[in-house]
């Protein structure tokens, strides 16, 4: 393997190679612990003086060779598994952002993201200012404080598939001396590489794209490792001061660009625990070798669905970055040229003297193929319409304050030729329209 490898390449290759007789896939190492001859050895890995394994909560084989894969995919020098894409952005921000601490985040994220940042992490004694991201960068320019850690954003937002900016986000976030944070879980690395853009830090859920199948649920860290910590180290004295559960070790001076994923490895993998099974890492390493065949085919049908509704009197709205119509058009051609996800959100005309908000709910119920599920970002078509489902508890005006439209659906286009995902979504329209 080399670093020419193209994309598709490294999604069948990268992290693991056999040799003679070894198996030719990855194999599930599922063991707890690891044997070692003397208490020595045992002695210098818990110093961290000699890499290896012990226990599972800390690493393990299996997931260290798809960790490394997808790290290859980003182009980062250091990637970690972890249970969930929720305990991914929480390790990322929690690594280098402690009690005291304050965060920059871009309004437009997944729901559960913006709660983890803006009530739990308050709860932690941690801040957080969200930020229009459509805002000129001298207006975000106010949000930065002298405490702030870190600035966080999504690539592609969910549910609203809005397109971060990531080279202003990583100028604001580097004329501060922070890293920039993205999470690049909806385009995957086959579509955006954003540390080719000036991110720092990418994370995903990998239960996603990277999946593919829907039967793993997990969450990933990649460091490029381009921010220079010792350059601010005031900032992030946990990689650049003495940590004292290891007998003083200063990670950046003992594991240079490894410190960040280092760091979260020994110490938050080590006191939270929040470890992908091998078994998860198994399922995760299939979903990788056809990443790169599986995209291109979720966009395009997702293109030629867009079109249709866009083009449908029965459709009010569609917002998907590929439409020339989006007003992030242009920078989905920018960043996301080859294509961008197969999330697209729309919102229906209801009929004369019906509520859009219960029309769109009787339009769900008569579909047949598209599944009614929180899931997304697999091989199913998939459908939400959180007014119903997620929000269901709100009014429509406290929907919209929370941005959310009352009558907004996500679609999460799979694997199913078009026209057959088009016919459903025809007959639903028809059938809700006749109730």
Same mark, same amino acid.
């Given at each position: 393997?080399?670093?020419?490898?193209?994309v598709?390449?490294? @999604?069948?290759?990268?992290?693991?190679?056999?040799?003679?007789?070894?198996?030719?896939? %990855?194999?599930?190492?599922? /063991?707890?612990? $690891?044997?070692?001859?003397? *208490?020595?050895?045992?002695?210098?890995l818990?110093?961290?003086?000699?890499?290896?394994?012990?226990?599972?909560?800390?690493q393990n #084989? +299996?997931?260290d060779?798809?960790?490394?894969?997808?790290?290859?995919?980003?182009?980062?020098?250091?990637?970690?598994?972890?249970?969930?894409?929720?305990?991914?952005? $929480?390790?990322?921000?929690?690594?280098?952002?402690?009690?005291?601490?304050? %965060?920059v985040?871009a309004?437009?994220?997944?729901?559960?993201?913006?709660n983890l940042?803006g009530?739990t $992490?308050?709860?932690?004694?941690?801040?957080?200012t969200?930020?229009?991201?459509?805002?000129?960068?001298?207006? %975000?320019?106010?949000?930065?404080?002298?405490?702030t850690?870190?600035?966080f954003?999504?690539?592609?937002?969910?549910?609203?598939?809005?397109? &971060?900016?990531?080279?202003? $986000?990583?100028?604001?976030a580097?004329?501060?001396?922070?890293?920039?944070?993205?999470?690049?879980?909806?385009?995957?690395?086959v579509?955006?590489?954003?540390?080719e853009?000036?991110?720092?830090?990418?994370?995903?859920?990998?239960?996603?794209?990277?999946?593919?199948?829907?039967?793993?649920?997990?969450?990933?860290?990649?460091?490029?490792?381009?921010?220079?910590?010792?350059?601010?180290?005031?900032?992030?004295?946990?990689?650049?001061?003495?940590?004292?559960?290891?007998?003083? +070790?200063?990670?950046?001076?003992?594991?240079?660009?490894?410190?960040?994923?280092t760091?979260?490895?020994t +110490? &938050?993998?080590?006191?939270?625990? @929040?470890?992908?099974?091998?078994?998860?890492?198994?399922?995760?390493?299939?979903?990788?070798?056809?990443?790169?065949?599986?995209? #291109?085919?979720? @966009?395009?049908?997702?293109?030629?669905?867009?079109?249709?509704?866009?083009? /449908? #009197?029965?459709?009010?709205?569609?917002?998907?970055?590929?439409?020339?119509?989006?007003?992030?058009?242009?920078?989905?051609?920018?960043?996301?040229?080859?294509? *961008?996800c197969?999330?697209? @959100?729309?919102?229906?005309?209801?009929?004369?003297?019906?509520?859009?908000?219960e029309?769109?709910?009787?339009?769900?119920?008569?579909?047949?193929?598209?599944?009614?599920?929180?899931?997304?970002?697999?091989?199913y078509?998939?459908?939400?319409? #959180?007014?119903?489902?997620?929000?269901?508890?709100? /009014?429509?005006?406290?929907?919209r304050?929370a941005?959310?439209?009352?009558?907004?659906?996500? &679609?999460?286009?799979? &694997?199913?030729?078009?026209?057959? %995902?088009?016919?459903?979504i025809?007959?639903?329209?028809?059938?809700?329209?006749?109730?």
């Open positions: 393997m080399t670093k020419k490898n193209s598709g390449t490294l @999604c069948v290759h990268a992290g693991y190679a056999s040799g003679k007789g070894q198996p030719r896939q %990855i194999p599930i190492i599922q /063991s707890t612990t $690891f044997k070692y001859e003397n *208490s020595e050895q045992m002695a210098r818990f110093d961290l003086e000699e890499s290896g394994y012990f226990y599972t909560r800390l #084989p +299996t997931n060779m798809v960790a490394a894969r997808i790290a290859a995919l980003e182009g980062g020098v250091a990637a970690m598994l972890t249970s969930s894409g929720q305990a991914a952005n $929480f390790f990322a921000c929690f690594n280098i952002c402690e009690a005291g601490g304050h %965060i985040s309004t437009s994220i997944y729901g559960g993201t913006f940042l009530t $992490f308050k709860k932690m004694g941690i801040e957080v969200f930020v229009d991201q459509n805002a000129p960068a001298e207006e %975000i320019e106010k949000a930065f404080r002298p405490n850690k870190l600035v954003g999504e690539v592609l937002s969910n549910p609203g598939v809005m397109v &971060l900016d990531i080279e202003k $986000f990583a100028r604001l580097h004329d501060h001396g922070v890293p920039l944070i993205v999470d690049n879980t909806f385009p995957t690395p579509n955006c590489r954003p540390f853009w000036g991110a720092d830090i990418v994370t995903h859920s990998t239960t996603k794209y990277m999946d593919g199948q829907g039967v793993h649920v997990g969450g990933a860290i990649v460091d490029s490792g381009n921010f220079d910590w010792d350059a601010h180290s005031d900032k992030f004295p946990g990689l650049t001061t003495p940590d004292e559960s290891y007998h003083g +070790t200063i990670f950046t001076k003992s594991f240079g660009k490894l410190a960040y994923i760091k979260a490895t +110490t &938050l993998m080590r006191d939270l625990g @929040c470890i992908q099974s091998p078994q998860n890492a198994f399922y995760l390493g299939l979903g990788l070798q056809t990443l790169h065949v599986r995209m #291109p085919r979720h @966009c395009s049908s997702a293109l030629e669905v867009a079109r249709q509704l866009e083009s /449908s #009197p029965d459709v009010a709205w569609v917002n998907y970055p590929e439409l020339e119509s989006s007003p992030d058009h242009a920078l989905q051609q920018k960043y996301l040229p080859d294509g *961008s197969g999330v697209m @959100c729309f919102g229906l005309k209801a009929p004369k003297g019906v509520n859009v908000r029309f769109t709910s009787v339009f769900m119920d008569k579909l047949k193929l598209i599944t009614i599920e929180t899931h997304v970002a697999d091989c078509t998939c459908m939400l319409h #959180p007014a119903s489902h997620t929000h269901r508890q709100m /009014s429509d005006e406290q929907l304050e941005g959310v439209a009352p009558e907004l659906i996500r &679609l999460s286009i799979g &694997l199913e030729d078009p026209a057959d %995902i088009l016919a459903d025809r007959q639903a329209l028809e059938a809700a329209r006749q109730k």
